[in-house]
């Protein structure tokens, strides 16, 4: 099967600007906001750079509509957030919700990124290409019906659903994989029998308070709705046994007509943003345990959107190891943290706190699924 590739150069307009931090004496410096959009530059032209650029099907963006918006947020929000946005100006950002910063550009990369996602979904569903990967700025995993929060402005993955209904999918699985819980789209969908939410996350990380393993929907939607809360520490080992004993049995039982995820590369062993240990193979891995799953149950229809990630000069190999476990072979990119052989003895202290972790899951999702 073929792979889409979704980037648009629109996407870096929204900038982030820069944060103040207090350092020790009381000094106040300023410093690169941690979604900066050099992270998106850094790691489009790492993935334009590869011997896989010319496999690449190349997909195109264009701006949301406020009906689409409209499937997951609030029209006095949508047109609240076009407010905003004209408010912001240069490096004095405004901010729009919680770590939420915009500028006037950010109104446009939001709509193209939204816009993205449902380009995306469309490619895979026409059957132009067999799985997709889009490069999106801003994120949306955090972004609530009526609230911005967590860098995201409207929920780029939630609308790519919703439009995937649209279409005529019965039945959507969204798979988080970004270290900070998907909460925007966990109460999106939590009453949903048709979308299956299931999130890996550093536990209690952020936002604080969500993506209990009990979380697990509500009404119809009970059992639709699965938390993996992961301990500090954990990397490609424990979240491949997450994987192995979760996330796959479930997409099997499920079998849904389209797989999304929300990539967020910020488990990752050199995020600023977390406290997780994995590395391109464990990127690589899920990238390709996901790819032979849809292939298995969702006719190979499979659209994977960028959320966080917040390492400068990991994302980009980190990502690009995503892509190729997309397309099931490897790029002569190799890792540049390969072998870091203390860091890979200190995680493998922490792996029975993993697998308790696991254990308890599935303790709780076996009144739902055959674990």
């Given at each position: 099967?073929?792979t889409?590739?979704?980037?648009d150069?629109?996407?870096?307009h929204?900038?982030?600007g ?18 900066s ?12 750079a ?7 099907t ?5 701006p ?16 609240r ?6 408010t912001g ?22 709509l193209l ?19 997709a990967?889009a ?10 019906r ?7 402005i409207f929920?780029?993955v ?5 439009h ?17 819980h998907?909460n ?54 424990g ?14 039982q499920?079998?849904?007509d ?7 590369q910020?488990p990752?062993?050199r995020?600023?943003l ?5 590395t ?13 799953v ?6 190979g229809?499979?659209?994977?959107l960028?959320e966080?990630g917040y390492?400068?000069d ?6 690009l190891?995503?892509i190729?476990?997309l ?5 002569s990119?190799?890792?540049p ?8 003895r200190?995680?493998e ?5 993993q ?11 076996r009144?739902y699924?055959?674990l």
């Amino acid at each position: 099967m073929t792979t889409g590739y979704l980037f648009d150069e629109r996407f870096l307009h929204h900038e982030t600007g820069t944060i103040d931090v207090l350092l020790p004496g009381g000094v106040i410096e300023s410093v690169e906001h941690p979604s900066s959009s050099r992270i998106t530059r850094r790691t489009h032209a790492l993935i334009a750079a590869s011997d896989l650029w010319d496999e690449l099907t190349q997909l195109q963006t264009t701006p949301a509509t406020e009906d689409d918006l409209a499937l997951i947020h609030d029209r006095s929000y949508i047109r609240r957030i076009q407010d905003l946005c004209s408010t912001g100006g240069g490096e004095a950002s405004t901010e729009i919700g919680e770590s939420t910063p915009v500028v006037p550009e950010s109104w446009d990369a939001a709509l193209l990124a939204v816009g993205g996602g449902m380009a995306s979904v469309d490619a895979v569903l026409d059957g132009r290409v067999g799985r997709a990967y889009a490069l999106l700025r801003p994120p949306g995993h955090h972004a609530m019906r009526a609230a911005a929060m967590g860098f995201c402005i409207f929920n780029n993955v939630a609308i790519a659903a919703r439009h995937a209904q649209r279409r005529g999918a019965e039945r959507v699985m969204v798979i988080d994989w970004d270290v900070h819980h998907g909460n925007g789209t966990q109460a999106a969908f939590y009453d949903d029998p048709n979308v299956l939410f299931l999130s890996l996350h550093q536990d209690d990380w952020y936002p604080i308070g969500w993506g209990k393993v009990e979380d697990v929907g509500e009404g119809a939607g009970e059992g639709k709705t699965v938390n993996i809360p992961l301990p500090p520490g954990t990397g490609d080992k424990g979240y491949l046994e997450a994987f192995e004993r979760v996330v796959i049995p479930i997409a099997r039982q499920f079998r849904p007509d389209l797989i999304l995820v929300s990539a967020g590369q910020d488990p990752s062993m050199r995020d600023p943003l977390a406290r997780m240990m994995v590395t391109m193979d464990g990127f690589r891995s899920m990238a390709g345990m996901v790819r032979d799953v849809a292939d298995e149950v969702s006719g190979g229809r499979l659209a994977v959107l960028q959320e966080g990630g917040y390492s400068p000069d990991y994302v980009p190999f980190c990502t690009l190891a995503v892509i190729e476990g997309l397309m099931g072979r490897r790029s002569s990119v190799g890792d540049p943290h390969e072998g870091a052989s203390e860091l890979e003895r200190s995680v493998e202290e922490y792996r029975p706190q993993q697998t308790a972790a696991i254990d308890q899951v599935i303790a709780v999702q076996r009144r739902y699924w055959d674990l």
